[in-house]
């Protein structure tokens, strides 16, 4: 990640010293009212649903609710051709309906459900293709956490290594506003419940939905 920050730096720091040099006049390019991409950095903010399901051997099979927000830093304008790439944070919590634990089983042999809460929270590295046009495809690789407050035993943070794909289509006349249709899946591993000695895999699968606009 720190070589990934670093490099979006030098980038930056590159491009605005061509854009200087490019100029006619020796002032940098944004300074006319021409109408043209202004300024080298671009910045996005969102919000929206991330319904889905935590696998494993805790969570019980169902379906949680989920809300999002979001912030995208690219070292390109929105309306520059080509691939975009960046550096997205997000944060969100599990709503209504929320999925259940397994608690093992009472006196009369049923199962034990228990509804359980978590954060989910962390940074990817991003790509957004074709940014300019109506239609452009969005990609994601980076690591988050899942923080559960109620797990058997105590708190739980899990790291998860998480992967996303999926399509942003610009909105309005002036493409400010965009809506995001995404895929969303993660990996991680924790101490098992029956063997804490071994680790047990969970899996989070999660489609998104966000609306979004264009900061600068």
Do not use: C
């Not at 991003?126 to 035993?153: C, H, K, L, N």
């Amino acid at each position: 990640m720190l070589t990934l920050l670093i490099t979006l730096s030098t980038l930056s720091t590159l491009s605005t010293v061509a854009l200087a040099q490019g100029a006619p006049d020796g002032t940098e390019r944004g300074d006319d009212d021409s109408g043209a991409s202004e300024g080298v950095f671009g910045s996005d903010i969102s919000a929206g649903v991330a319904p889905g399901a935590l696998l494993g051997e805790w969570p019980a099979p169902g379906l949680h609710g989920a809300f999002v927000l979001r912030y995208d830093a690219f070292i390109e304008p929105r309306d520059a051709p080509g691939v975009r790439m960046g550096l997205s944070v997000f944060g969100g919590r599990s709503v209504w309906p929320l999925q259940d634990s397994s608690g093992g089983v009472d006196a009369e042999g049923n199962e034990e459900l228990t509804p359980f809460s978590f954060y989910h929270y962390g940074a990817l590295a991003v790509m957004r293709y074709a940014p300019a046009a109506p239609w452009g495809g969005t990609f994601g690789v980076g690591f988050s956490r899942i923080d559960i407050e109620d797990y058997q035993g105590g708190p739980l943070g899990l790291p998860v290594f998480l992967l996303e794909g999926g399509a942003r289509r610009r909105i309005g006349s002036d493409g400010q506003a965009f809506l995001d249709l995404m895929m969303r899946g993660g990996w991680g591993s924790a101490a098992g419940i029956e063997e804490p000695t071994e680790w047990s895999d969970w899996w989070l699968v999660q489609p998104v939905v966000a609306l979004g606009v264009h900061l600068k």
